[in-house]
């Protein structure tokens, strides 16, 4: 989990000092079975150039950052 102990507003709309992140394997896949389950999409999917973001609501009001890493290849390695 991240936190934040200032007066960042990162973790808007929820109303916690912390967000759940959570890593997954292909955000395409996740997004259909969000959605096919009526959960809203508070903003993304975004895309980086470490991977795609999106960022959901639990029902308890906590917000969720989801994150399908960039694979690593010879074209992108550092």
Known sequence: ???TGG?????SP???RFMINYR????AAMIE???ANGVDLLKG???HENGV????????GNKIELWEPMPWDE????
């Open 45 to 47: 999917p975004e895309y």
């Open 14 to 16: 929820s109303q916690s």
């Open 33 to 35: 079975q969000l959605t």
């Open 24 to 27: 997954v394997d292909n955000m």
């Open 7 to 11: 007066g960042s507003d990162w973790f």
């Open 53 to 60: 973001f999106l960022w959901i609501m639990d029902p308890e």
């Open 1 to 3: 989990m991240a936190g």
């Open 75 to 78: 074209n992108n390695k550092r």
